[in-house]
């Protein structure tokens, strides 16, 4: 092998090398990932209850008793913000001692704001709210809920009703939506008198709902996730023709 023929194999290989090495990276430059669009300042409470859920039940109440609008009202206030507990459906089916039928409207208005607080909480400000006693709901007065939380999890008390927050439907600041498990009963409403405990019935309802608990975000997922163009496909392409390379600059060096 002469010097020239070594020559000539050298540049080959180097510039079928550089053509390999700089051409593949182009497609991925040209297509940068899309911004993640700004969440929108107004949620609409009722489109939102709607899609998630099931939560037909609470919505048709708040709509029968116009508190529909004083909740999208308080959602619309960005400096406050709203925290909205919202009872699935079968919270209202196994709701079966007070029933809410024969209820005044004027109580059915009051059990509804009984679900809301008039300012947005995240998951992790009811730590502090637990410590600050009786928390005012939009019901006002002697309307109130006790919050506690036991490792994390946010358990709510209203005197006849003892439960948790099941999972987060929303929480944005200015509008929280949380889902519960019970319909939150109001001593205001219902008595003191409550009935004790029924002893034991075997801790179920409580704490089962995690298999048919919906999407914790409603479907709302960011789109942008999801497909990232085939960068793997490119790191494909691009090891192929190393190898071919490879293989093509041994050629030249035995010719
Ligand atoms: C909110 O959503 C509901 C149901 O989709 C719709 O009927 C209503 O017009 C919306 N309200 C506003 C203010 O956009
Ligand atoms: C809330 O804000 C939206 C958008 O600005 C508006 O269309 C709607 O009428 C407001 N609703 C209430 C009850 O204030
Ligand atoms: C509802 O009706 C039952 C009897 O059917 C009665 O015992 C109860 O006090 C009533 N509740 C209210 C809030 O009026
Ligand atoms: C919790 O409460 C304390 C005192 O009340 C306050 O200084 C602190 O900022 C609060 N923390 C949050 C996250 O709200
Ligand atoms: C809420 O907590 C207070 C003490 O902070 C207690 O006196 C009251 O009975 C509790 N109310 C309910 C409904 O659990």
Redesign the pocket.
């Known amino acids: 092998m002469n010097p020239t023929k070594i020559f000539i194999c050298f540049t080959t290989l180097l510039f079928t090398y550089t053509l390999a090495a700089t051409s593949p990276p182009s497609p991925i430059t040209l297509t940068p990932t899309p911004a993640p669009a700004p969440a929108p300042d107004?949620v609409?409470?009722?489109?939102l209850l709607?899609v998630a859920g099931p939560f037909s039940t609470f919505l048709k109440y708040l709509q029968q008793t116009k508190v529909i609008e004083t909740l999208?009202n308080q959602a619309n206030n960005t400096d406050e913000g709203i925290t909205l507990f919202v009872p699935k459906d079968k919270a209202f089916t196994n709701l079966k001692k007070p029933s809410l039928s024969n209820l005044t409207a004027d109580q059915l208005k009051q059990l509804c704001l009984f679900h809301a607080l008039p300012h947005y909480y995240s998951l992790s400000d009811f730590k502090n709210l637990s410590d600050s006693g009786p928390v005012n709901t939009l019901a006002g007065g002697s309307y109130t809920l006790n919050f506690t939380d036991v490792s994390g999890t946010v358990k709510i008390g209203s005197g006849w009703t003892n439960t948790e927050v099941s999972s987060s439907v929303h929480s944005t600041d200015p509008v929280a939506i949380y889902q519960v498990n019970r319909v939150l009963l109001p001593e205001a409403i219902f008595g003191t008198d409550i009935p004790p405990p029924a002893p034991a019935p075997a801790p179920v309802p409580d704490i089962a709902p995690v298999a048919d608990a919906p999407d914790a975000d409603g479907g709302k997922g960011r789109a942008g996730k999801a497909s990232s163009p085939s960068g793997a496909d490119r790191v494909g392409v691009g090891r192929w023709l190393m190898m071919v390379v490879v293989v093509y600059g041994g050629f030249m060096v035995v010719l």
């Open positions: 107004y609409n409470l009722t489109e709607s999208q």
